[in-house]
């Protein structure tokens, strides 16, 4: 009888343990997902040559800066993001250069989960790995 009330005991507590590290984690918004730096890897089925760089930064108060770096330079553009619509597959983003011309473009989401996003500009899919 002792081992079988030792036994059940510690299935017990076996089973409390595991129940409690086992909850599914909270899915992440779609604000968060794209929250961080992200580095352009491939457009429309080509990978991006190793000495260009491409990063994107999503800021949690909309603000974004995407930046370019080839062997000798970097050149970085700040402005601004945001969703259009209810359905988090679209986003504008309006950057300016240095000589103060703004540029709006819309973005098509076709992937956002912790570390790929996929968007779509004028037909080319680009595809993004989390820095």
Do not use: H
């Not at 819309?106 to 500009?121: F, K, T």
Request: glycine content about 6%; some cysteine; charged content about 30%.
């Amino acid at each position: 009888m002792q081992v079988t009330r030792n036994f059940l005991l510690v299935f017990l507590l076996t089973t409390v343990l595991t129940m409690t590290q086992c909850k599914k984690d909270e899915e992440k918004t779609p604000d968060e997902l794209i929250i961080g730096v992200w580095q352009v890897v491939e457009v429309d089925g080509e990978v991006v040559p190793a000495d260009e760089i491409f990063t994107y930064e999503f800021e949690a108060d909309q603000g974004l800066e995407i930046c370019y770096t080839d062997e000798t330079e970097t050149y970085c553009y700040d402005g601004e993001w945001n969703w259009l619509g209810s359905d988090f597959d679209k986003i504008n983003v309006e950057i300016s250069d240095e000589d103060g011309y703004a540029y709006s473009i819309n973005l098509e989401v076709e992937r956002l989960d912790e570390s790929n996003l996929e968007m779509v500009y004028d037909g080319e899919l680009a595809k993004f790995i989390r820095l």
